[in-house]
């Protein structure tokens, strides 16, 4: 995979945080030049328009969160479920230090699955990625005991997503990081065998 320009590497760093913030229909191509100091002519060199441009957007948002996801998964010093566990509070801490916006993903899907297929595919594409990522430790969990015999990782995974981008769009209508504690303490609480 070739190297992102910097040109390129800034306009989409930027754009994410401003979709983040304000969302698709918000964002103006304008109010990210402005910001970036970049020239129209740049932006078009490295995007065909502005759906290009969220679908990339996504795509650096993703990378982010594999990154995460390896750094909380792979860590063999600890049991699957605090790794996976670890990974959804790396994620809090994020949300925490961009004030509680949520998740870029369950945003825009949010705001455009009914209206835009490329993008409908690709947040659920995203968040199905996500769940078989986790899907993985929770079976892990499972040979470990941690989870009952029996336990079904991937429903569990698709379950915790679930959980986890309602309590994000709630804590970003409360700007208050309650809810996605609440989530978590109420999911790993009720998954463990008694």
């Known amino acids: 995979m070739p190297a992102t320009s910097p040109t390129k590497q800034q306009l989409l760093e930027q754009g994410m945080a401003m979709l983040l913030k304000s969302g698709y229909h918000h964002l103006g191509l304008a109010e990210i030049l402005e910001s970036t100091g970049i020239p129209k002519g740049s932006f078009y ?3 065909k328009n502005k759906e290009d441009f969220g ?3 996504i795509d650096l948002y993703m990378a982010g969160v594999h990154a995460a996801l390896d750094a909380c998964l792979d860590d063999s010093s600890l049991p699957p ?11 809090q801490d994020s949300y925490r230090s961009e004030g509680y916006l949520g998740c870029l993903l369950g945003g825009l899907g949010q705001e455009l699955s009914g209206v835009s297929d ?11 990625t996500i769940a078989r990522r986790l899907a993985a430790s929770l079976e892990a969990a499972i040979r470990d005991g941690d989870l009952a015999p029996g336990t079904d990782p991937h429903a569990m995974a698709e379950l915790l997503v679930n959980c986890w981008e309602g309590a994000a769009l709630r804590s970003r209508l409360r700007r208050d990081p309650a809810p996605l504690g ?8 009720h998954a463990s065998p008694s």
């Open 182 to 189: 609440q989530m978590l303490d109420f999911y790993f609480r």
């Open 55 to 57: 679908l990339q957007a």
């Open 45 to 47: 060199h490295h995007f």
């Open 118 to 128: 490329a993008f409908r595919a690709k947040v659920e594409q995203c968040i199905s």
């Open 81 to 91: 479920l605090r790794r996976v566990r670890r990974f959804f509070e790396l994620v």
